[in-house]
């Protein structure tokens, strides 16, 4: 493709996604079905140059200002991630020479919210809560994110697993935490290596691993996955209860839900029984009452622990979307609590960073249900799942995950039984 045809199209898909009004990764996927003659290189380019304006749009939008033309192409020109030759061939004389009195600027000097690139009400809270941390979480979510996937040991062994990868010129170390994850640097095309087809990998991000495990899901038990959603944690699940008992993933959405079947199949589980539901309330959930070992509530939250590789997020939530989701997230919890037979276990989990939505609910149900559940801390539940270096990952009785001290995305998850 002719330089200037490239970046013509990278400005095309920045202005789209810069309205903010649908997630970036849906719209990045849209583009790209409908240019299918993209190649790889290509796609990376345009999807690594968005998302880069995405992390530090702020910064970006203050030094296109000395610039001329189209706002998106400025902002395209300065975050460009493609090659810097192929970049030269599509700039003007004038353009050529903004950018060099541009990269002259000393970037450290310039004002706090420049650096962050956080909106504001973010930036104060997780200053206030991470103090001198602060700084390296900034670094930390405005880079991209490794690759993690989870080992299916419902199929394949670890060990063999990493052997499979190399034999196919892939790279791929043991997670830290997880003893189901692995590591893997760059981008390969994953759907094409026999490893992944067959079943024996799931793009998973180590942290969401962690959350499943500490579910503690066995052979011949009932589970549920509350807000399923895709099912990444859903067919972990599975995998561990070697596909006996009965696991239910329930969603709200349908579409979500639906993504979940191509990787069913692949997977090997049949123990998984997907549905949709209207509501926390749904009909469904009430004949479940009081039967269930297990119920996992991955609720539905703000996202922002997970900006490495959703950047969009900090500039599409509010503090009144978060103000809005923390009551849903009360709501949720409390109807799958009543799902919990009496020595069943309730998770709560979210991936964000504010304790808004981690802790503050869950100290909130403690409190409501006391008489019914008692807190288990997290660490007895990461233990016995075998995760390493478990007591670096809790904070007081809660799993506590950040990006900057763990290289996964940030998640929070609570552990209840009940009485």
Known sequence: MHPNALVELATELLHRVLQLQHPADGLVSDFFRQHR????????????????????????????????????????LLAWQGNEG??????????????????????????DKLRHNLPEWLAETLQAALGDEFWPLVNSINASAPLDLRVNSF?????????????????????????????????PALHKLD?????D?????????LLALMVGAKRGEMVMDFCAGAGGKTLALGAEMRNTGRLYAFDTSGHRLASLKPRLARSGLSNVFPAQIAHERDERIKRLAGKLDRVLVDAPCS???????????????TPQSVAELQVKQAAILASAARLVK?????VYATCSLLEVENEGIAEAFTAAHDSSFSVMPALDALSRAQVGDAATLVRGNYLRLWPHRHATDGFFAAVWERK
């Not at 996202?303 to 939530?317: A, F």
């Open 37 to 76: 003659t993209l190649g790889q290189r290509e796609r990376h380019t345009l999807a690594e140059t968005t998302y880069g304006v995405l992390r530090q749009r702020l910064l970006y939008q203050h030094l296109a200002q000395s610039g001329k033309g189209e706002m998106e192409r400025r902002l395209v």
């Open 86 to 111: 192929f970049l030269r061939a599509a700039l003007s004389d004038t353009e050529q020479q903004w950018l060099a009195q541009v990269a002259l600027i000393d970037r450290a000097a310039l004002p």
């Open 155 to 187: 199929k394949a062994k670890r060990d063999d697993v990493i052997a499979a990868f190399k034999a196919e010129g892939v790279e791929a170390v043991a997670t830290p935490y997880s003893p189901l994850g692995l590591r893997i640097d760059g981008k």
């Open 195 to 199: 490893v992944f087809m067959r079943g």
């Open 201 to 209: 990998v799931e793009v998973q991000d180590e942290g969401s691993q």
């Open 303 to 317: 996202g922002l622990g997970t900006l490495r590789r959703n950047p969009d997020l900090k500039w599409r939530q």
């Open 342 to 346: 009496p020595g069943g276990r309730l």
